[in-house]
């Protein structure tokens, strides 16, 4: 059974900085592509980065862009997104989801539960 984890949401401060992580287990093929979305309340899920298996291809969010990284540790089997400059617009619950075409452009074949992440201003 495949499943996909995400931590390392929580409360901050305008300004401030989370990263969050995503595991995965049950998968017999490591060539997926990892993306990031968020929902906030009354609000449509948004797009907020991806990467492909390798790394090498990142795409980010307008909203987000130049404030999130997306990374993967290859040994952990573990995707990060760095987010920095936080704001209080950035409050949702946040996901992480796997492309298992490997090329991050959808759809997304599996999702995890979401983590949390409250700005406060």
């Known amino acids: 059974q495949v499943q996909v984890l995400e931590s390392g949401g929580g409360w901050v401060q305008t300004g401030g900085s989370l990263r969050l992580a995503c595991t995965t287990s049950?998968?017999?093929?490591?060539?997926?592509?990892t993306g990031w979305f968020r929902r906030a309340p009354g609000r449509e899920r948004e797009f907020v980065a991806a990467?492909?298996?390798?790394?090498?291809?990142?795409s980010y969010g307008n909203s987000v862009r130049g404030r999130f990284t997306i990374s993967k540790d290859h040994a952990k089997e573990t995707v990060y997104l760095q987010m920095n400059n936080l704001r209080p617009d950035d409050t949702a619950t946040y996901y992480c989801?796997?492309?298992?075409?490997?090329?991050?452009?959808?759809?997304?074949?599996?999702w995890g539960q979401g983590t949390q992440v409250t700005v406060s201003s």
């Open positions: 990467i492909r298996w390798s790394g090498a291809n990142k």
């Open positions: 989801a796997l492309d298992m075409s490997g090329r991050a452009s959808g759809p997304y074949d599996y």
């Open positions: 049950g998968l017999s093929n490591s060539n997926y592509a």
